[in-house]
């Protein structure tokens, strides 16, 4: 794994550590991996968080993939499924674990704090922020919204925490965000929270002196859906500045139909049964209109109309999420006006993986600079 141009240097939070007894060697970590009823609004504000744990003091290094904070694999081998609890065998997997064969370094940590946007234990939000200094003025910051994956089954918001850092380095604000899952919650429990979290997020912007004008959604996997329903749904950009949605399965019926092909693979008959889930209901002759309503509803191109947030929309070429989950909407939006790009990274990474090529991620940080400034 390649550093990203100019993310290792000397300063804070960096060390140099000999590897093998003869070359010095650094990986930078690249990615992660990585919302009381129907339209509810955050009702507790930050002024009284719910408890979280406080990070610990910044040794410059990061544990390896597989230790008990990431919940991932050994550096010594490949993830056991691509990407995050979104992947293909999703359970045993975080959102966000990056394994790597040489020295983890980690960003300074930021300021970070967990907080109740809702009533439902779900309802939760990670804000991580690079404090000013006493008396110092400095001007709101932009912001990021990230939604995790994993089927709308599973999942957490946690396993962004590295990529938040390496966000609030670079000057951004960063709040990752869980959403009640199905089969317990139904759509569109799923996008109400996404949209809940995000109106918390502008409503107490100066808490983290973000600018409420300048936020972006970046959601991977089942993430990356909500991540572009919050772009279509309504007019997009009273929302949000844009989109990046990694491996996004943008029209659940598709991922439904792919999952009863002979060839389908395992994580893609998951995503079938998933999307049942999700619904509440079987799509099929006998399936009534409540149920094709919500089927609809689900397709994020049903939604696309003029004034919708751009977007970047990213899928593997090996990705059990194809290309095609991306195309179709992006086609919807250009026809609506809607600046798209859709990009296919050689391989077969899925959702937050696709970060851990180095040109993936500077591409990431370029399109949230250029839509954010």
């Known amino acids: 794994m390649m550093c990203a141009p100019g993310s290792i240097k000397k300063g804070p939070g960096v060390r140099k550590v000999l590897v093998s007894g003869a070359a010095f060697a650094a990986t930078c970590l690249s990615a992660v991996a990585v919302p009381a009823g129907a339209g509810a609004t955050p009702s507790p504000t930050p002024s009284a968080p719910v408890p979280t744990v406080s990070p610990s003091e910044d040794t410059g290094t990061i544990p390896p993939s597989g230790g008990p904070e990431t919940g991932g694999t050994s550096p010594s081998a490949p993830p056991t499924s691509p990407g995050n609890p979104g992947g293909p065998s999703g359970a045993g997997t975080t959102d966000g674990v990056v ?27 990670d804000a991580y922020w690079q404090p000013a200094a006493p008396k110092a003025k400095v001007k709101p910051r932009p912001a990021v919204l990230v939604l995790h994956g994993g089927y709308w089954l599973e999942g957490d918001k946690s396993g962004w925490k590295y990529f938040a850092r390496r966000l609030t380095r670079q000057g951004y604000v960063v709040l990752a965000a869980n ?43 089942s993430g990356g859906m909500l991540a572009t329903q919050i772009g279509t749904y309504g007019t997009g950009t009273r929302q949000v500045r844009g989109v990046i949605a990694l491996s996004p399965p943008n029209n659940p019926y598709l991922a439904f139909q792919d999952g009863l092909k002979l ?16 619904v509440r209901c079987t799509p099929g002759d006998a399936a009534g209109a409540a149920c094709w309503k919500r089927m609809e509803d689900t397709n994020s191109a049903s939604h696309a109309t003029p004034g919708d947030a751009p977007m970047l929309l990213m899928h593997a070429s090996g990705d059990f999420v ?3 989950q991306s195309t179709g909407l992006a086609s919807a ?13 050689p391989g077969e990474m899925h ?19 250029t839509r954010l400034r």
């Open 322 to 324: 194809p290309v095609t």
């Open 263 to 278: 060839d389908a693979t395992p994580a893609q008959r998951k995503l079938r049964r998933a999307v049942v889930d999700l």
């Open 179 to 221: 959403y009640r899952l199905a089969p317990a919650a139904k759509w569109p429990a799923q996008r109400n929270d996404a949209m809940a979290a995000l109106a918390f997020m502008k409503k107490h912007a100066k808490v983290w002196n973000l600018d409420p004008a300048r936020i972006a959604v970046v959601g991977s996997s």
């Open 333 to 345: 939006l250009r026809a609506a006006g809607v600046p798209a790009t859709v990009r296919v990274v």
């Open 351 to 369: 959702a937050s993986d696709l970060l851990n090529d180095e040109r993936t991620y500077s591409e990431v940080l370029t399109w949230l600079r």
């Open 99 to 125: 394994s790597a064969k040489a020295v983890m370094v980690t960003p300074r940590l930021p300021k970070s704090k967990t907080y109740a946007y809702g009533k439902a234990a779900r309802q939760r939000i």
